[in-house]
């Protein structure tokens, strides 16, 4: 019986319960000290989940993991545990998945550059493993609930904790519950809940105790249970020991409990306390390595039996396993440290993993030895290919502290830094880096060195930085490289606004003779050469389009030049194509950043409720894979909506409290919130930042110049506004997209000298709009300003058919402000009644509103003939999942069935504009 645990047993209870009866998914962490009870807890989940009536849902299969501090270096070491009673089902995944697993797991070992063009190669693995692990539980609770237990999760390695918690953070309807035990630091399950657990009560204690008929005596039990402290491990060991110095002992209690176990191990036979030191030394309890390394000392496995009996260890056929962690480490660090050195050198000896052997000889290894060092990096490769790059960091380092020559420990310093990064810790990333470069003065490893603490300036939202250091050390590095250090610093520099190094990456892929369109085109933007700077960037999306998919970088560039450009046409395009991309391939880690370009593209299309379903998939992504930090800068494509709306409560929620970047996308969304309430001295304001600011060459700068054009004319400021004209009218002079174009005409009507110029300006930018068929918003505008001017020269009549049009756009974007002004102005022609209905009228209720983000997104795919299981492989969800969300969005559609559902009207507010 547990004592003490009534809350966290009923909540476990209904974790289980929901999964059998109602195939709720469910995920915790339970949290505590040592010898708190966790296991405990863990073995009650186990025997409630496998002993169950039929109406009770009957039994679940349970599956489980104990993490091992010396496998912590050892790449999905825990997932191979986890996953081994089912490894049979994994090739019944999707190819993507299914190659990824087999290659965690080691069946599927080999060197990165084999691996088929068009697989996405080792860099997947990170979180396709994750998604892997998602899929097979699904399919599994496709025969019956799941348990998954994993206890002491602190010591899992690195990749399979990853994989499990993306897992865990995406389940729903499956039926699958997972369950991490861990202590108080060494696991992160950010995104699930948690269960602190707490030290018993004096009266759970005295109950506890006396369950385990020990007999002390009543001076005794009050002083085991004062000591122990509430902990219920050394409630129990204080308990048996029968002695007080071991329990008196001013130590902290973890450190008193051990010291009551190495009391126990020390009254144990010489060849028995051997023997337990072979196994703490060998950590995964690996018989035959074990066995073979005990044989050369003398002893095996009848040398346990009394630690058997000391209720120490458990022996079985195949396995030896500590009853508690700190048995292990009181039989390990209580052993002499020559003992503890000649136990790993036998260990090593036997051992037959590669893996194992060098995790052995590292331990002994005291001085440089670069023997041992070539071993640690070969297992450092393994790891890596792996994708365990957490475990590769740590092998790297030591193969580096091992290395004898300086030059080849910079060299595997750098690679721990590079494999340290992509295992998502760019501060150790930096870190590492700056002690390689203090090591090597080799130009090309200088340069390597530089590409990594680049990645970690720009993850830390420092791009200029980062631009500085690519182009600084570019000429050290090979040619290729060189290439593409130059072209990822002039990208970097140009979001940051940054001219002069935008400059210095041209001139310097110039004198090397190479040339690069996207370069050249940034180049001559940045310096205000429109004319010269379009046409190169344009030439560069044409390239990208031109690439394969698999061809992921220049595609991705190719996505941020369109957006650039404002050609909303090739953004939409390859966007939509690249996500499809990297959804097939699993290629999770790119995959935020395509869809918050995807997303821009679908603001600028109209198509707002798909761009807040993208969104909220970039943010929900993100921080499924640890790119937490994305989420605000994602954040600023939904508060162009908001803005758009009127809705400023939604918009600074969307930027955050903190003062938006001068000049960045926050504050272009502040102006045009502005705009709309009629702030225009507060737009001004703002839009004289953006004016100045990195984006200002841009075509959201553009969109934003068009903004304060009508911010300085209404503001009486004509001089402001012919200034902003002026550069959005080079711009689309000079090659811009229709869209640019007619606002830039828009804009010249505002600015008009006569009526006859205001009319033809206004004509010429409602037929581009036309021609266009994109920018609804931009569009309704337009015809709101045209109906105005109409209505101002007294042509009410004719004012009415552009103003009824504007009023119509914007209700169905929900742009509230311009929809009561472009209807304010209708009333004032003299429009009355019924013919000007309120927005709330006009905006009836659009049945897709009542969806979630998610359900949006599964409910578009189903409509367009897509099975459960392909909506799932490309949303990252389990099909139970996909069925849920379905079960819950039939309803709010007034349908029942796929069938129906293919029969609504389902386009984008886009479309329909």
Do not use: C
């Given at each position: 019986m547990l004592h003490g645990r009534d809350i966290e047993l009923a909540w476990l209870s209904q974790l289980i319960t929901e999964a059998r009866v109602d195939g709720r998914s469910g995920a915790a962490v339970l949290r505590g000290e040592a010898g708190i009870g966790k296991s405990a807890l863990l073995e009650w989940a186990a025997e409630e989940a496998t002993h169950a009536p039929p109406e009770a849902g009957g039994d679940m299969r349970v599956l489980r993991v104990t993490g091992f501090e010396a496998e912590r270096d050892i790449a999905f070491a825990g997932l191979l545990q986890l996953l081994w009673p089912v490894r049979d089902r994994i090739d019944g995944?999707?190819?993507?998945?299914?190659?990824?697993?087999?290659?965690?797991?080691?069946?599927?070992?080999?060197?990165?550059?084999?691996?088929?063009?068009?697989?996405g190669g080792v860099e997947q693995n990170r979180f396709a493993c994750g998604l892997a692990v998602l899929?097979?539980?699904?399919?599994?609770?496709?025969?019956?609930p799941v348990l998954c237990l994993v206890d002491d999760a602190q010591w899992l390695d690195a990749a399979t904790a990853e994989a499990l918690l993306f897992a865990a953070r995406r389940l729903a309807a499956e039926g699958v519950v997972m369950l991490f035990a861990a202590r108080e630091d060494g696991f992160a399950g950010p995104g699930l809940p948690e269960t602190p657990l707490s030290r018993l009560t004096d009266a759970d204690a005295e109950r506890l105790l006396a369950e385990q008929r020990d007999g002390l005596p009543p001076d005794l039990r009050t002083r085991v249970v004062r000591e122990s402290e509430g902990n219920p491990l050394a409630l129990l060991e204080f308990g048996s020991a029968r002695r007080t110095p071991a329990i008196l002992t001013p130590l902290p209690l973890a450190e008193r409990v051990a010291a009551a176990f190495r009391a126990r191990i020390a009254?144990?036979?010489?060849?028995?306390?051997?023997m337990l030191l072979l196994a703490a030394a060998e950590g995964r309890g690996h018989m035959p390595t074990l066995l073979a390394a005990a044989a050369t000392f003398g002893v095996g496995l009848t040398d346990l039996?009394?630690?058997?009996?000391?209720?120490?260890?458990?022996?079985?056929?195949?396995s030896i396993r500590f009853r508690h962690p700190l048995i292990r480490s009181a039989t390990y660090h209580g052993a002499v440290a020559a003992q503890r050195m000649t136990v790993h050198r036998a260990l090593a000896d036997a051992s037959e993993d590669p893996d194992c052997r060098v995790r052995h000889l590292a331990t002994v290894t005291l001085s440089p030895d670069e023997d041992v060092a070539a071993e640690l990096q070969d297992a450092a490769e393994r790891a890596q290919r792996r994708a365990g790059f957490g475990p590769a960091a740590t092998l790297y380092r030591q193969a580096a502290d091992l290395s004898p020559d300086r030059a080849v420990r910079a060299r595997r310093l750098g690679a721990a830094a590079d494999a340290v990064f992509?295992?998502?810790?760019?501060?150790?990333?930096?870190?590492?880096?700056?002690?390689?470069?203090?090591?090597?003065?080799?130009?090309?490893?200088?340069?390597?060195?530089?590409?990594?603490?680049?990645?970690?300036e720009s993850e830390r939202g420092d791009h200029g930085a980062a631009a500085r250091l690519l182009v600084e050390y570019a000429a050290h590095a090979t040619p290729a490289d060189a290439v593409a250090m130059l072209r990822t610093g002039a990208t970097y520099a140009w979001t940051a606004g940054d001219a002069a190094t935008i400059g210095r990456a041209a001139g310097l892929l110039g004198a090397s003779g190479r040339d690069d369109a996207a370069v050249r085109g940034l180049d001559r933007l940045a310096d205000g050469d429109y004319a010269a700077g379009l046409p190169l960037l344009a030439q560069a999306v044409r390239d990208g389009r031109a690439t394969a998919p698999a061809t992921t970088d220049d595609r991705v560039q190719a996505v941020r030049w369109s957006l650039v450009l404002g050609d909303d046409t090739a953004a939409l395009e390859l966007a939509t194509a690249e996500v499809a991309h990297r959804r097939r391939e699993g290629l999770l880690g790119?995959?935020?950043?395509?869809?918050?370009?995807?997303?821009?593209?679908?603001?600028?299309?109209?198509a707002h409720r798909d761009a807040e379903a993208t969104a909220q998939e970039a943010i929900t992504i993100a921080r499924d894979i640890g790119m937490e930090g994305r989420e605000s800068r994602i954040g600023t494509v939904r508060a162009r909506i908001a803005a758009i709306e009127g809705d400023e409560e939604r918009l600074w929620t969307l930027i955050g409290d903190a003062a938006p970047s001068a000049g960045g996308p926050a504050d272009i969304a502040l102006a045009l919130l502005?705009?709309?309430?009629?702030?225009?001295?507060?737009?001004?304001?703002?839009?004289?930042?953006?004016?100045?600011?990195?984006?200002?060459?841009?075509?959201?700068?553009?969109?934003?110049?068009?903004?304060?054009?009508?911010?300085?004319?209404?503001?009486?400021?004509?001089?402001?506004?012919?200034?902003?004209?002026?550069?959005?009218?080079a711009w689309a002079d000079a090659g811009g997209p229709l869209w640019a174009r007619a606002v830039a005409l828009r804009s010249r009507a505002l600015l008009h000298d006569t009526d006859a110029d205001a009319e033809s300006a206004f004509a010429s930018a409602v037929r581009l709009h036309e021609e266009d068929g994109g920018r609804p918003f931009e569009r309704a505008r337009t015809e709101l300003l045209h109906g105005e001017w109409l209505r101002r020269v007294r042509r009410r009549s004719d004012a009415r058919g552009p103003l009824r049009s504007a009023a119509r756009l914007f209700d169905?974007?929900?742009?509230?402000?311009?929809?009561?002004?472009?209807?304010?102005?209708?009333?004032?022609?003299?429009?009355?009644g019924s013919a000007v209905p309120s927005h709330q009228q006009a905006t009836a209720a659009d049945p897709l509103d009542r969806l979630t983000p998610q359900e949006l997104q599964v409910v578009r795919l189903a409509a367009e003939g897509n099975s459960s299981r392909e909506i799932a492989a490309q949303l990252f969800l389990s099909p139970r999942t996909v069925e849920y969300h379905l079960y819950k969005a039939y309803p709010k559609l007034g349908v029942s069935s796929r069938r129906q559902l293919a029969r609504l009207d389902l386009e984008t507010t886009a479309a329909r504009a």
């Open positions: 995944l999707p190819h993507a998945q299914a190659a990824a697993l087999r290659g965690a797991l080691g069946a599927n070992d080999r060197p990165a550059d084999d691996v088929p063009a068009g697989t899929t097979l539980l699904a399919e599994l609770a496709e025969d019956g009254g144990l036979p010489e060849k028995s306390r051997l039996e009394e630690a058997e009996r000391a209720r120490l260890v458990e022996v079985t056929g195949a992509r295992a998502g810790r760019p501060a150790a990333a930096d870190e590492l880096a700056a002690q390689a470069e203090k090591l090597t003065d080799a130009p090309d490893e200088r340069a390597r060195l530089a590409r990594i603490r680049a990645a970690v790119g995959l935020p950043n395509v869809l918050e370009a995807l997303a821009q593209a679908q603001v600028a299309a109209g502005d705009l709309g309430l009629g702030r225009y001295e507060a737009a001004l304001q703002r839009l004289d930042e953006v004016a100045q600011g990195p984006w200002r060459h841009s075509a959201v700068g553009m969109a934003a110049a068009a903004d304060q054009v009508e911010a300085a004319v209404r503001a009486g400021r004509p001089d402001q506004a012919r200034e902003a004209f002026r550069r959005l009218d169905r974007l929900k742009a509230a402000p311009w929809a009561e002004r472009a209807r304010s102005e209708l009333r004032a022609t003299g429009e009355t």
